[in-house]
């Protein structure tokens, strides 16, 4: 008998392990340009799955600093110096992105939203990688270009969407369920 209820906790518990593996490591996902032609867009706004990328400028340029799918917000001038908005379909966790086209002069503040709360402000002034996994919960970004020289493009936007309250509480119904389902065994 008390092999028999080992051998039930052994599985319910490699079971509940393994659901809230699952529910707590949402997948990464990335922001796709390559869908896109290389060159002016034509337009001020991108509509991709996961997020709408705005210009405040002229218009977008997709491979603006010599790499095929980066984006960025283009002047009138033609620079990438406008100021450029990225609204996340969901929040986001584990936000990075990579800067380039850097060029003497160029600074911008990236500002980080959940909503219309401002989580907190990030100044890049050159190339790389921008690793934001410190805030959670982002829902924008909202980068204000006050460059003078070329402007800043961005691409390999990488990030985890957060779960949704509804996937925590089908785990808690199911984990609750395999209890009672253990505990009955277990008292017949």
């Known amino acids: ?32 340009f390559s869908v896109f032609p290389t060159g002016p867009m034509g337009t001020t706004v991108l509509v991709l799955p996961q997020a709408t990328i705005t210009s405040f400028g002229s218009n977008l340029y997709i491979g603006a600093a010599g790499i095929d799918h980066e984006v960025c917000a283009l002047t009138g001038g033609g620079n990438c110096e406008a100021d450029l908005k990225v609204d996340f379909s969901t929040a986001v966790n584990g936000l990075s992105f990579v800067a380039s086209g850097y060029d003497a002069g160029d600074h911008v503040d990236v500002n980080i939203f959940d909503g219309a709360t401002l989580l907190g402000t ?67």
């Open 1 to 32: 008998m008390n092999k028999v209820i080992c051998n039930t906790f052994g599985k319910f518990a490699a079971i509940a392990s393994t659901s809230l593996m699952l529910a707590s490591s949402a997948s990464a996902d990335t922001l796709d």
């Open 122 to 188: 990030v100044g890049l002034s050159s190339n790389g990688l921008v690793d934001l996994s410190a805030f959670s919960h982002v829902t924008s970004l909202y980068m204000d270009d006050s460059s003078t020289g070329a402007g800043f493009a961005y691409d390999h936007f990488i990030f985890a969407p957060v779960p949704e309250p509804e996937t925590y509480a089908m785990l808690l119904a199911g984990l609750g369920l395999m209890g009672f389902m253990t505990r009955r065994r277990k008292e017949s």
